[in-house]
């Protein structure tokens, strides 16, 4: 859907009688994109990408088709096991399409999706799904009701969702795309910047940080997508830039380094203030035990880390600060993460 920022404001400016497209409901396919959508104008023009396409001039004709004043249309498409094959999909699949003309959605979507930041769009269509009513909701916004609630709550996964809940007055749907995660790391050398390359090939955003202050207006200003990966061992820059980013409420926190730093920073945490509760939320030593050796493969086992932490899933790994991890020191790659040499 982000993709489709540039596209959609030219033409909205343009005045172009188009459409976005995005299905509401889906069967079969084999995996697929959960961010897919499509804009079609009145001319045959598609940007975007939904099911390779196999759809596009279905798609075309169904938005000219839509009644005149109406703010939706929901068309049900399908494609065969010998069609999907040829259109290099998984499998064949039926599903059934929301279109909206572009002037039915809401200008701030475009906007707030093009400054990345964590947004859902709820959808409210009348019983007979000719008209639509769209809804900006931010990831920081109090919700109002159930539908609000699971943008919120899809917006907590860090990945986009989509959902339709069927109710008394008709079909509502919510699409969410949060904010990609920034990796805030502290520190420099090789695997500062093998994550950096780590995070941005998948997709996410990176910048390496070398004192506090640097640390603590990048992580605040990224707060709703913000993680913390702390290499640094000097207690100057670690520790008020850990507590800083607790304080926040960043969702991922992790630090390299052997048992004694990790001993050192926690005990620099405790005496500035830090609750056991928040410290057991420091991963520390740092990433997924993936036996990971290179620094590429602990660049791996620590974006690993962040996925599973943010997507709520409990992996592999040692303890975070909270308790005592049940590693020894290894090597910089190894599992557990934690350090060789002197803290």
């Known amino acids: 859907m982000r993709e489709l920022v540039e596209t959609a404001r030219r033409w909205a400016a343009e005045g172009r009688a188009a459409f976005l497209a995005r299905p509401v409901a889906e069967q079969g396919f084999g995996p697929r994109d959960p961010a897919g959508a499509l804009l079609v104008d009145a001319r045959g023009e598609c940007v975007g990408a939904l099911y390779r396409g196999v759809f596009d001039a279905e798609l075309v004709a169904e938005a000219g088709a839509m009644a005149a004043g109406a703010t939706a249309r929901v068309c049900e498409v399908s494609v065969g096991a010998d069609e999907a094959v040829s259109a290099k999909l998984t499998c064949g699949g039926r599903a059934e399409i929301l279109l909206q003309p572009l002037s039915a959605v809401p200008a701030a979507w475009w906007e707030l999706l ?34 609000e609630r699971r943008a919120g709550e899809l917006l907590a996964t860090r990945r986009p969702g989509r959902d339709a809940l069927y109710g008394q007055r008709g079909l509502v749907f919510v699409e969410a795309y949060p904010s990609a995660p920034y990796v805030v790391i502290g520190g420099s050398g090789e695997l500062a910047e093998i994550i950096e390359a780590q995070a941005l090939l998948l997709g996410w955003g990176a910048g390496l940080v070398g004192s506090v202050a640097e640390a603590e207006k990048l992580l605040d200003a990224r707060r709703d997508a913000a993680c913390l990966v702390m290499l640094s061992h000097d207690p100057e820059f670690d520790v008020p830039t850990v507590r800083s980013a607790l304080a926040l409420g960043i969702p991922y926190i992790g630090a390299l380094g052997s048992r004694k730093t990790t001993a050192r920073r926690r005990e620099g945490l405790i005496a500035a203030g830090v609750s056991e509760a928040d410290l057991a939320r420091v991963h520390g030593p740092i990433g997924l035990d993936l036996g990971a050796r290179t620094p590429p493969e602990t660049a791996l086992a620590i974006c690993a880390e962040i996925l599973a932490v943010l997507g709520g899933v409990r992996g592999p790994g040692p303890a975070g600060f909270g308790r005592t991890a049940a590693v020894g020191a290894g090597s910089c790659g190894s599992a557990g993460l934690s350090c060789r040499g002197r803290a």
């Open 114 to 147: 093009g400054e990345g930041a964590g947004v859902a769009l709820v959808t409210r269509l009348d019983a007979q799904a000719e008209h639509a009513v769209s809804e900006v909701i931010r990831a920081v916004d109090a919700p109002a009701d159930d539908a």
